[in-house]
């Protein structure tokens, strides 16, 4: 059963790992979704914004993306594209670490764990692998991080999956919504609009 249509706003608390709050604003158009979103955090004594503009193609495949922050060692930016089947460009340079990825995966935003879920349409006791281009929140380096999703058992209106990403030795479950956003981020956010 496919997701509801994303609501045209949604936001977070950044909890334990770091204190912060994160909103986006999403929008249908003919070739996807528009996503801008902003998140502002303080984490291991580091305080940092990381904003966001992100193309995604219907299927919910990231397409581009222009992302900058700022730091106590500066700004950055960094535009990102993807050609929807696993090739991406990183500034306009091939990057080829990153090939066969489908979704980019902001380290600063709850939101970006929606999109694996969107377009993997996991089946109950499913499960899939799901490498993503991780942008770390500090200063914009990017890398190939490779997770993996296995749905569980619907609760309710609310789906579940066992969440596991192996290079930071972390798993957890995590809640989606109808529309297929995180509610629900153990350890790290809790949806509150």
Do not use: K
Request: proline fraction near 7%; glycine fraction near 10%; charged fraction near 25%.
């Amino acid at each position: 059963m496919p997701f509801a249509a994303p609501p045209p706003y949604a936001a977070w608390e950044h909890r334990e790992a770091r204190s912060g709050f994160e909103v986006v604003f999403l929008r249908a158009d003919g070739d996807g979704y528009g996503l801008e979103g902003q998140t502002a955090a303080v984490e291991e004594g580091e305080a940092w914004a990381v904003h966001y503009v992100i193309a995604l193609d219907p299927g919910w495949l990231t397409r581009s993306a222009r992302v900058s922050n700022l730091a106590a060692p500066g700004r950055r930016e960094l535009r990102v594209e993807a050609d929807g089947a696993g090739r991406w460009r990183l500034d306009g340079e091939p990057a080829g670490p990153l090939d066969g990825c489908l979704d980019l995966d902001l380290e600063s935003s709850s939101l970006t764990n929606a999109f694996p879920v969107h377009h993997l349409g996991l089946a109950i006791g499913e499960g899939a692998d799901a490498p993503a281009a991780y942008v770390r929140a500090l200063d914009l380096s990017v890398e190939r991080l490779e997770q993996h999703y296995v749905r569980l058992e619907d609760d309710g209106p609310r789906r579940r999956y066992h969440y596991t990403a192996p290079r930071f030795d972390f798993e957890c479950e995590l809640v989606y919504d109808e529309s297929g956003l995180v509610i629900d981020y153990p350890g790290i956010a809790v949806r509150s609009a």
